[in-house]
């Protein structure tokens, strides 16, 4: 399983780190992601990084506020978020896959529980 933590509570402008580990003993035959999912909304992704650490993957309207990485040692995978909006207000869910496209469409793929973080003006 998929166990998210980090969100909680923060000012508009600040940053959160948000941390997933998983136990899955494919841990670095996985793709991992971060989807974020807002009242009303739909799942939506926000960034993704591959199996070697070294290629990463961003989408509006987090892109150029968040950075994705990995600790295959630790089997940990992070989500650091700055310049945080209200609008950033969502569920953060991490995800995994072996196939890298299936991630970025969010198909056929783990999900941890997610984690809330809550951004006020």
């Known amino acids: 399983p998929l166990v998210e933590s980090g969100g909680g509570l923060v000012q508009a402008g600040g940053s959160l780190r948000l941390s997933c580990g998983a136990s899955?003993?494919?841990?670095?035959?996985?793709?991992w992601g971060w989807f974020r999912q807002a009242p009303g909304k739909d799942r939506e992704f926000v960034a993704a990084i591959d199996r070697s650490g070294t290629n990463a993957y961003y989408e509006a309207p987090m892109k150029g506020r968040v950075f994705i990485s990995r600790d295959s040692n630790q089997k940990m995978v992070y989500l650091q978020m700055n310049d945080l909006k209200p609008d950033d207000t969502a569920i953060y869910y991490c995800a995994g896959s072996s196939i890298w496209s299936r991630l970025v469409a969010g198909m056929n793929i783990y999900w941890g529980q997610g984690t809330q973080v809550t951004v006020f003006s």
């Open positions: 899955e003993q494919t841990f670095t035959d996985y793709n």
